[in-house]
């Protein structure tokens, strides 16, 4: 796993940009994951190569498309901790909240927090839709990150509350949402956002390519939104 982190870094022109241990780390975080898997449904992937490929490097690739050093980043619906705890372990400098519904997760995450002695980093459980009204969270962060796997438009009322005007969403697709980017415009432009160009990439050592749709952050988002899910889901913007 650590020669395939190392080389998939080298090939995407990462290697001088991240932390010198950051393969060795993100070796023993995805042994913990395949570990814990086990025993709880963590991720579908279960061999140490794929993980490697398909969790550690695709989430390394987002650091092409921006600079984190020093940022504030929030982590929506973190799961595993993808891609929030690898870009954490790549830019000790980043300031990360990994933000959960379910709490056996985020005790693991916490598990990994403190074997790997990772420092400004914090879990927090609970909703993304509840979490945004909260002052400490509305439009707190440079970038808010998120690999759920949900309709754009969704995923937008959800993350673009908590970004600061300047700042980014950066949502983890596949390279076949083009459609799906052009029916969240509306989305976008009530939620105080503007599409900025997409950064598109292969995982190294694959041939499967990704996105990273990429909003900046113009204008507040009004007030009423993040509404209650249910309504999100029912009735997208």
Known sequence: MREIIRQGLIEMGLDKRVSPIAPEHLTRYGLMLLEKNAVMNLTAIRE????????????AALLGCCDFAGKRLLDVGTGAG??????????????????????????????????????NIRTVHGRAEECAAESGFREQFDLVTSRAVADLRVLCELCLPYVKVGGQMLAMKSTGSTEETDAAGRAVSILGGRMLPAYDYVIPGTEIAHRVVRIEKIAPTPAKYPRRFSQIKKSPL
Do not use: N, Y
């Open 48 to 59: 140490a190569d794929d993980v490697a490929r398909l969790h550690m490097l695709d989430c």
């Open 82 to 119: 993808f891609p929030g705890m690898v870009l954490k372990i790549l830019t000790p400098s980043l300031d990360v909240t990994l933000l959960d519904s379910l709490q056996k997760r985020l005790s693991w995450l916490d598990e990994v927090i403190a074997v790997l002695a990772l420092q």
